[in-house]
């Protein structure tokens, strides 16, 4: 512990006695709580690199100090252990706390998104599950890469498989409340329950879907996103052309 102690110090705390230093350019001082904070992003992008080359087993927490530039001590510091790190650079991902590599993404918490608010306020079916299924792409944009280590590790690690469950049961319940949203709008087809419409939206609209027509089929993030909504509407929303007059009259 003192070693690890000593690595924090090191890194992060060095600075003086007011917690800033003076290394911006035209002299603006450092926070402590500033300097902790791009330490961490610091570590975060570098496993993020280091997960995406070598998998989760075949990554060390040496390799992701090094390519960070930090100590390996103070990787141990902010993340304690690989599974930490694992689950706090998949969270980071989805919140669009790093850089995603894609163009026109919307970081932040998706549930409290304003597209995902968008989608649960919309009557209008189809329109409501594009809104979703275009936020839903930009989050794979950044976080689907990282899912898909946490995915695979998880098979044979009892840690990450902890992880990646909380992480997929989040995922679950909140298009869970989609389904729920286009149900009660009169959308969802007759012989869905809401179970089923949610196992099928879930199971579609996946990491690992999105990884293999992006990377291995070499789509475009529009070209994903139109896919996805044609596809789901199809096989979640009903055709019946009193459907808008009969959730109204049911509401």
Do not use: C
């Amino acid at each position: 512990m003192e070693a690890v102690k000593s690595g924090r110090e090191g890194a992060v705390k060095k600075g003086g006695k007011k917690g800033a230093d003076r290394g911006e350019p035209g002299g603006v001082p450092v926070t402590r709580r500033e300097r902790a904070r791009r330490s961490r992003l610091r570590i975060l992008g570098a496993a993020r690199e280091v997960f995406a080359a070598n998998g989760y087993h075949g990554a060390t927490m040496s390799e992701i100090a090094e390519a960070s530039g930090l100590a390996v001590q103070t990787v141990s510091y902010f993340f304690g252990t690989k599974a930490r790190l694992l689950s706090d650079l998949l969270g980071a991902a989805v919140m669009g706390e790093l850089p995603d590599g894609e163009e026109g993404a919307r970081p932040g918490d998706p549930a409290e998104s304003d597209w995902f608010a968008a989608a649960m306020a919309d009557d209008d079916g189809p329109r409501a599950l594009g809104t979703f299924v275009g936020g839903a792409v930009d989050v794979f944009a950044r976080a689907a890469a990282v899912a898909e280590v946490a995915r695979v590790a998880a098979l044979t690690d009892p840690e990450v498989e902890a992880v990646y469950r909380r992480a997929e049961d989040l995922r679950v319940a909140q298009f869970r409340r989609i389904v729920r949203a286009l149900g009660e709008h009169g959308w969802l087809r007759a012989d869905l329950t809401e179970d089923l419409a949610t196992d099928v939206l879930v199971t579609v609209l996946s990491s690992p879907t999105y990884l293999a027509l992006r990377i291995d089929r070499g789509w475009s993030p529009a070209q994903i996103t139109a896919w996805f909504t044609e596809a789901l509407t199809r096989l979640l929303l009903t055709d019946a052309p009193h459907r808008r007059i009969a959730a109204r009259a049911l509401g």
